[in-house]
């Protein structure tokens, strides 16, 4: 099957772990179970030099996410990482403050 976007754990593989290891650390067993496979399918393009989030998933921008979305605040030890969840699978990491992502391959 061929993708139209690169998975974030062959760009950002240091984030995958992070987040997988957060996310279980907060009992939030489905969403780190779905770290692994998500899309990179866009920077949020805000322009705002600290931040580095990304979308996972196709939304409409400026629409909420609806039902079954809520907001995973994650503790890592640098800046902030705050996650959309809609029904279990992630829409979009809030990458804020914190070092520059090493990125391995190409970015979309």
Do not use: N
């Not at 990482?81 to 520059?100: A, C, F, G, S, T």
């Amino acid at each position: 099957m061929e993708r139209d976007h690169p998975l974030v754990r062959d760009v950002f593989p240091d984030l995958v772990a992070e987040l997988t290891a957060l996310l279980e650390g907060e009992g939030e067993r489905e969403p780190a179970l779905c770290v692994w496979d998500l899309c990179l399918v866009d920077e949020c393009g805000c322009g705002e030099d600290s931040c580095q989030s990304v979308r996972t998933a196709d939304h409409p921008l400026g629409q909420p996410y609806g039902p079954g979305h809520r907001c995973v605040p994650l503790l890592p030890s640098k800046g902030m990482l705050i996650l959309d969840v809609v029904d279990e699978r992630i829409m979009y990491i809030e990458i804020l403050d914190r070092p520059p992502m090493r990125c391995r391959g190409a970015r979309p």
